[in-house]
């Protein structure tokens, strides 16, 4: 697995589900900024449906509707229907996601804290999302909420540097010594 962010500003993203998690996943594309986002779902809950809005088309997607989406996420559809829904997008070069079904998944869905654009992932490669969850949790006891402001002084601070002429190593070692100086790291 290589890791990386997408930028779902800029990429269609398809969702497909009925269901609550349908639902849970649809507000974590919304709160990460997906803006080219269309729901697939032949028998929504009403709050997904009310989620959703005119983004909601009520049936499950042909081959024609995956392919025009980058990403493709299928939450809590009956096993041999999202088989053939992750064949759809592997035959079209749609990436997948079948929700704890890895052997349909070309990517995961690390656990993830946050604080503002700091940002730290634990993933199991879909082994065990329920130890990735734990380790999340662990993480966020000691990455408290400060740190997002940590992160915008330290930017402002390497900008400064850059400004005035620092090359890489320079930047490395000014970062490395201002972290130290204020105790952020152990």
């Not at 990429?11 to 990460?32: E, F, I, K, M, W």
């Not at 929700?99 to 604080?115: H, I, L």
Request: glycine share 6%; charged share 25%.
């Amino acid at each position: 697995m290589f890791p990386i962010n997408l930028d779902l500003s800029r990429l269609s993203v398809a969702l497909v589900g009925n269901d609550q998690p349908t639902l849970n996943r649809l507000h974590q594309l919304d709160g990460d900024g997906a803006r080219y986002v269309t729901v697939y779902s032949d028998n929504p809950i009403p709050e997904l449906a009310q989620q959703a809005g005119d983004r909601l088309k009520p049936y499950l997607p042909n081959s024609t509707d995956i392919n025009a989406a980058s990403i493709l996420f299928i939450v809590g559809i009956e096993h041999d229907k999202a088989a053939e829904l992750a064949a759809m997008a592997k035959a079209v070069g749609t990436i997948a996601n079948v929700e704890d079904v890895k052997e349909y998944c070309d990517f995961f869905s690390p656990a993830r804290v946050q604080r503002g654009d700091l940002m730290i992932t634990v993933s199991t490669n879909g082994h065990s999302p329920r130890l990735a969850g734990r380790i999340r949790r662990a993480i966020e006891k000691w990455l408290v909420p400060g740190w997002d402001q940590r992160l915008r002084e330290l930017s402002h601070q390497r900008e400064k540097w850059k400004a005035d002429g620092a090359d890489m190593p320079t930047l490395l070692r000014k970062t490395d010594e201002y972290i130290d100086q204020r105790g952020w790291l152990p």
